[in-house]
């Protein structure tokens, strides 16, 4: 089948790499000319795991090309996919103005009926709205096009998006009308395998879906930090309790981790959008407004550790911090926790050094040369003359550590870490103070 994505993101490029892959014709269009350039070279402009393989064989292939000229993308396919951002808007609501451009570009340029599948997060109500904006155009000049507009938003996880769209757990169809779901089934029949993978349902209920799987995922975070910071005050240990809550199935064990809060470009941005709308729905929703505060209070949960240590003292003290990305396995730093530690650790007027496997060229584009931040080659140099370690983002390669030479490079031998990714025992044995989320600090000189 042939099809033209509009939007190069982490969204519209990993599907266009995807559906390649399963053997369709893809078009992507994006308005970045260095962008495209570098895309038709087999560049990825992102990090993410298998993306850069998967765009270097398909364009060998012949079945993925990339284009700045709108008109030949609206021209390639009756099938286009509108993949572009939906930033957050002064207010929180989605900024929808790149979407509504694509519609009027898809207005313009259309010959022939399309099929119009919006896979932008977009608030409740956008597929109708993209309809009722492209037959508005159209009337406008006297044209009569039979524009069908579909609903069918993305579920992938940053550092794991190839796997994600490649092994679906569900594909979300919002079709209004009477639904004609084959062309669907034809498009994602490779990703469906032995299982059919296609929940068909209204419009707005595919919209609400994506907000509400991201608000789900995000209160279970919030939750599990709201008990850990209770577990510290009774006592308790959170990675116990965690353990304890997960084994019931109905719970499950995922997303469930205490840790410094959530970061990235979806959770913060979907649940101040989705409070938005149910602001302009007349509603309040309560619980969305819990979740977010209780993840702010936790981006500043480290902070707080650091400045209890040092009785408030930060001044002129250099801090080695490993992980800088929301997550691991991904170089975006939007929103991410190290930032607001960052930042209230200079504000203080202490100093930084700073190692992350993937994000370090985002670290110093948002940051530039300053003489308060040090990026670092490796987590060891890192250590080098800094007075405590502070863990920010689970990589993997954090996990071990060499515990003897942590000691000997920190002047005050004390660990605050935002992941609970040590066994406290295990660093006081090792002679260190260590802070973690949830669980007592250990190792700490008796006064
Ligand atoms: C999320 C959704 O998972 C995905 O389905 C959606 O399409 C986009 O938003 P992403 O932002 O890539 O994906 O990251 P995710 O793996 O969900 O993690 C989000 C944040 O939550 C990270 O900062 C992570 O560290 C944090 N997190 C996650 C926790 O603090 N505890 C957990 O138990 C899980």
């Known amino acids: 089948m042939k099809i033209t994505i509009f939007g190069t993101g982490y969204v519209g490029l ?3 790499a995807c559906l390649a892959e399963v053997g369709h014709s893809v078009c992507c269009v994006d308005t970045d000319e260095h962008r495209i350039s570098q895309l038709n070279q087999g560049l990825s402009p992102l990090y993410e795991p298998g993306l850069e393989a998967l765009l270097r064989g398909n364009l060998a292939a012949g079945r993925l090309h990339f284009t700045t000229d709108a008109g030949e993308g ?17 207010d929180g609501s ?15 340029h259309a010959v022939d009926a399309k099929v119009v599948i919006n896979k932008s997060t977009s608030p409740v109500g956008t597929a109708q709205r993209i309809k009722a904006h ?15 507009v579909v609903s069918n938003p993305e579920f992938l996880k940053e550092g794991s998006a190839v796997d994600d769209c490649m092994r679906p757990e569900r594909i979300i169809i919002g079709i209004d009308g009477e639904p004609d779901t084959e062309l669907f089934r034809e498009l994602y029949k490779p990703f469906s395998r032995n299982h059919e993978k296609l929940i068909v349902m209204d419009s707005r209920s595919a919209e609400l879906t994506k907000y509400a799987a991201n608000s789900m995922l995000a209160t279970r975070i919030s939750f599990i930090n709201e ?4 577990a510290e005050r009774l006592g308790a240990d959170i990675e116990m309790v965690r353990k304890g809550i997960g084994s019931d ?4 064990y995922d997303f469930i981790y205490a840790g410094c809060g959530y970061g990235g470009s979806c959770f913060p941005k979907d649940i101040q959008a989705l409070q938005r709308t149910a602001a302009e729905a007349g509603y309040h929703p309560q619980l969305l407004e819990a979740v977010e505060s209780v993840n702010h209070r936790q981006k500043h949960k480290v902070f707080e550790n650091i400045k209890r240590h040092y009785n408030g003292d930060l001044n002129g003290k250099t801090f080695a911090v490993w992980g800088l990305s929301f997550k691991p396995n991904t170089d975006d730093m939007r929103e991410a926790p190290s930032r607001v530690l960052l930042e209230a650790l200079w504000a203080e007027g ?12 985002e670290a110093s584009r948002l940051y530039g040369a300053r003489l308060d931040l040090h990026l ?5 140099e890192a250590l080098d003359n800094a007075h405590a370690l502070v863990i920010l983002t689970e990589w993997l390669n954090f996990r071990i550590a060499d515990f003897g030479l942590v000691r000997q490079c920190l002047h005050d031998k004390v660990v605050f870490d935002g992941r609970n990714i040590f066994e406290p025992l295990h660093l006081a044995r090792e002679g260190l103070a260590y802070y973690s989320i949830g669980r007592a600090p250990v190792g700490l000189a008796q006064p």
């Open 14 to 16: 990993t599907q266009a």
């Open 74 to 90: 609206v021209a390639f396919a009756k099938v286009i996919f509108i993949a572009v951002g939906t930033p957050p808007d002064e």
């Open 94 to 108: 989605a900024d929808m103005r790149y979407v509504f451009a694509v519609t009027d570009t898809i207005a313009e």
């Open 134 to 148: 492209l037959d508005a155009v159209l009337a406008r000049q006297r044209r009569q096009l039979d524009m069908q």
């Open 227 to 230: 008990m850990a910071n209770l």
């Open 249 to 252: 199935s109905r719970i499950g």
């Open 350 to 361: 202490a100093r930084v050094r700073a190692f992350d496997p993937e994000a370090m060229q």
């Open 376 to 380: 670092v080659d490796s987590k060891e």
